[in-house]
C-alpha cells in the first residue's frame, strides 16, 4: 500500500500567460474534438457499412477506438489545467493516469504490428487471406493486443503503485509520465527503471522489427509483380499504415530512447503534444485519404443522412 506523505501532485503543463494559455486550450480543445469526431466517424463507418466488415477495416476501427481512448486519458486533464486556477492531481489519480496511458500506448504498438501482418497477408498470399486472415482470427489478434499490454504492464504497475512520494510534488510536464513519476520518488526507484527500461526496448523495438520484417517481405513481393499499375496498387494498401508507423516511432523512440530520471522533461513537452494530441486526429484523415473504400462509404452515409433530413423537411 502506498504510504506517500504527499497526497497530491502538481502538474506544471505549459507555463504561458492567462491569454496565451487561453488561446492554446482553444487550439488544443479543436484538436481533440476534430479527433474525436473524426475516429468516431470511422468506427460509424465500419460498423454500419457492410462491405468494410473485413479484417482490414476492423483492424483500422479498433486503431481509432484505441485513439479515442489514448488521447482522452491525457487530454481533458491537460484543457483542464490551461485554464483552471489548480493544476493539482491525487497521487492515485497520477498513477492511474500512466497506467492507463502505457495501457494504451502499447497497445498502439502490438496493434500496429497486427495491421503489418494483415497487410503482408494481403499483399504475399492474396489467395489465402480469406481463410489467414477471417473475421473471427482478427477479433482474436485484438484480443491478444490488448491482453499483452495489460500482461506486460503489469510489474511496472505494481513497482509504481508500492512507490512513496514524500515532496517534491511537481512534475514539469501536463501528464503523469512514468520518468517524471519516479523523481518525486523518496524509495529506491533503481528496480523500477530497469523493468521499464527492458519493456520499453523490448516492445518499441520488438515491434519495430516485426514491422520492418513484415514490409521487407511485401516490398520483395511487389518488386515481383510485373505491371507498374500491380505494383502501385499493392503500395497503395500499405501507404496509411506505413505513414502512421512512421509518425508513431519518430515520436516514441525520440522520447523513450532516453529513459533516465535524469533528462530534463520539459525538453520532451513539444513532441509529446505531437503524439498525444496532434497525431491521434492526423491518423483518421490519414487512412481515409488514402482509402477509397471509407471514402465511398463516408459520401454514402453523408448522402442518406441529407436525404432523411430532406424527407423529414418536405
Not at 503482408?120 to 487471406?129: F, G
Not at 516490398?219 to 503500395?235: C, D, E, L, Q
Request: aromatic share 14%.
Amino acid at each position: 500500500m502506498n504510504k506517500s506523505s504527499i497526497s497530491e501532485i502538481i502538474l506544471l503543463g505549459f507555463s504561458l500567460k492567462e491569454d496565451s494559455a487561453i488561446y492554446l486550450f482553444i487550439f488544443f480543445f479543436l484538436i481533440y474534438i476534430l479527433s474525436l469526431v473524426a475516429n468516431v466517424l470511422i468506427i460509424i463507418l465500419v460498423y454500419s457499412s457492410k462491405h468494410l466488415h473485413c479484417p482490414m477495416y476492423l483492424l483500422v476501427a479498433n486503431f481509432s477506438f484505441l485513439e479515442i481512448c489514448y488521447t482522452s486519458v491525457t487530454v481533458p486533464k491537460m484543457l483542464a489545467d490551461l485554464i483552471g486556477q489548480s493544476r493539482s492531481i491525487s497521487i492515485a489519480g497520477c498513477i492511474t493516469q500512466y497506467h492507463f496511458f502505457s495501457l494504451c500506448a502499447a497497445t498502439e504498438h502490438f496493434l500496429l504490428v497486427t495491421m503489418a501482418y494483415d497487410r503482408y497477408v494481403a499483399i504475399c498470399h492474396p489467395l489465402r487471406y480469406g481463410t489467414i486472415m477471417n473475421n473471427a482470427f482478427c477479433v482474436q489478434l485484438i484480443a491478444a493486443c490488448w491482453s499483452i499490454s495489460a500482461l506486460s504492464l503489469t510489474i511496472p504497475a505494481v513497482s509504481v503503485a508500492n512507490l512513496h512520494f514524500c515532496g517534491p510534488n511537481t512534475i514539469d510536464h501536463f501528464f503523469c509520465e512514468f520518468n517524471p513519476l519516479l523523481k518525486l520518488s523518496c524509495t529506491d526507484t533503481y528496480t523500477a527503471q530497469f523493468i521499464f527500461n527492458c519493456l520499453a526496448w523490448i516492445i518499441i523495438f520488438g515491434c519495430l522489427i516485426c514491422i520492418a520484417i513484415s514490409y521487407m517481405k511485401i516490398i520483395s513481393t511487389v518488386i515481383k509483380i510485373p505491371s507498374s499499375h500491380g505494383k502501385r496498387k499493392a503500395f497503395s494498401t500499405c501507404t496509411s499504415h506505413f505513414t502512421v508507423v512512421g509518425i508513431f516511432y519518430g515520436t516514441v523512440i525520440f522520447i523513450y530512447l532516453r529513459p533516465t530520471v535524469n533528462v530534463p522533461f520539459h525538453q520532451n513537452k513539444v513532441v509529446s503534444v505531437f503524439y498525444i494530441v496532434v497525431t491521434p486526429m492526423l491518423n483518421p484523415i490519414i487512412y481515409s485519404f488514402n482509402n477509397r473504400l471509407l471514402r465511398k462509404a463516408a459520401y454514402k452515409l453523408i448522402e442518406q443522412r441529407l436525404l432523411k433530413l430532406v424527407r423529414k423537411m418536405y
